[in-house]
């Protein structure tokens, strides 16, 4: 028999148990089929259970799709917010524009990583846009014994980290200079996933140098194989930098 569990309930409260516990459910239960009418349980047929799963799980994923529903109309709407508000402001259009030209950066992952890094005052170099990702490394070591693998901080935003691991894995395929940079640090012994953290990186610095600048992406600026790099016009602005830097120091 199978016994309503409300109406086993209420019989306990008429009998006035006040407490409950294994025992005193086994007394309740057996006073149950002692006093009330017993009707045995017949086990439906197969064909019947089958459908009684299957019409219970379509009413489980039919309100899972209507809460799918809702959230997809609540996404688009706040995305045209977000729009809306860069729209009205011209430097946050400029950026925005900036961030969209960076191939794997599409629009709600660039509307992401704008909000983000608007909090950075404007002060800030790229270092610290690092450290503020939480992408900057962080060594574990201790005398000559203890030396764990180099791993990123993620003492930093990790919403930031999130808005940008999307973009990272898109453009380590897609984008050719960036797709190069991984596959140099595949070739080196580094993991995927290291890899993959280093072109987050790199995308964070080129966003930097992007803001700076007001120049679009340009993947030449980013990484450029060592057989591709012009020696001499890096030697030229190395002895520059450096000329500078001695003229500097004099001064002061």
């Not at 930097?208 to 001499?232: E, N, W």
């Amino acid at each position: 028999m199978v016994a309503n569990p409300r109406a086993v309930r209420h019989f306990a409260q008429a009998m006035m148990q006040r407490s409950k516990n294994d025992q005193l459910d086994a007394v309740v239960l057996l006073e149950f089929a002692e006093r009330m009418p017993f009707t045995p349980w017949v086990r439906p047929a197969e064909n019947t259970l089958a459908l009684w799963a299957i019409a219970r799980r379509l009413q489980a994923l039919t309100r899972l799709c209507t809460a799918e529903k809702n959230r997809a109309h609540a996404m688009k709407k706040l995305r045209q917010q977000a729009l809306q508000c860069i729209a009205a402001d011209a430097q946050l259009q400029q950026r925005y524009q900036l961030l969209r030209s960076v191939p794997g950066l599409g629009e709600i992952s660039a509307v992401q990583t704008l909000a983000e890094l608007l909090l950075l005052p404007a002060d800030r170099d790229v270092r610290q846009w690092v450290a503020y990702a939480g992408l900057d490394p962080r060594e574990y070591s201790s005398g000559t014994s203890v030396r764990k693998y180099t791993r990123i901080s993620k003492v930093g935003n990790a919403h930031l980290r999130r808005a940008l691991y999307m973009p990272a894995l898109v453009a380590s395929r897609v984008e050719p200079h960036l797709r190069g940079f991984y596959e140099h640090l595949l070739a080196r012994g580094k993991s995927k996933r290291q890899a993959l953290v280093a072109v987050a990186r790199k995308l964070l610095h080129a966003i930097y140098g992007m803001f700076r600048s007001q120049r679009p992406y340009d993947g030449t600026r980013v990484y450029l194989p060592s057989c591709c790099r012009p020696s001499g016009k890096i030697l030229l602005k190395s002895n520059r930098e450096s000329t500078g830097l001695a003229e500097r120091r004099r001064r002061h």
